[in-house]
């Protein structure tokens, strides 16, 4: 059986051995990358987040990922209600877990 290889987004010509998943003005991004492009993304974004701030809550309702968001939360240790809002610092935290987890 073949082997799948996964190339670099960015330079079309290395291996990318990791995703990076990103949301810029309300739209969602997926990119293969290489280690290397890995690790400028996060240097150059590591700037951007030092300056911003985390509102308190997200306004996404009825999002069918909140169960698995609360679920995984609950398994991780995470206090979050059975309802309502859930704070934008667990989403983050559970978007980057899945990132983690993705490749």
Known sequence: M??????DDIDGVTTATQRIHFTYEGINYTMDVSEDN???YHKTMAFYVEHARVPKYTRIRNDPKNDQIRKWANQNGMTIAERGRIP???IHAYN????????
């Open 2 to 7: 073949d082997k799948i290889i996964k190339i």
């Open 38 to 40: 890995f690790n400028a």
């Open 88 to 90: 934008t610092a667990i």
């Open 96 to 103: 980057h877990a899945q990132i983690q987890e993705g490749f």
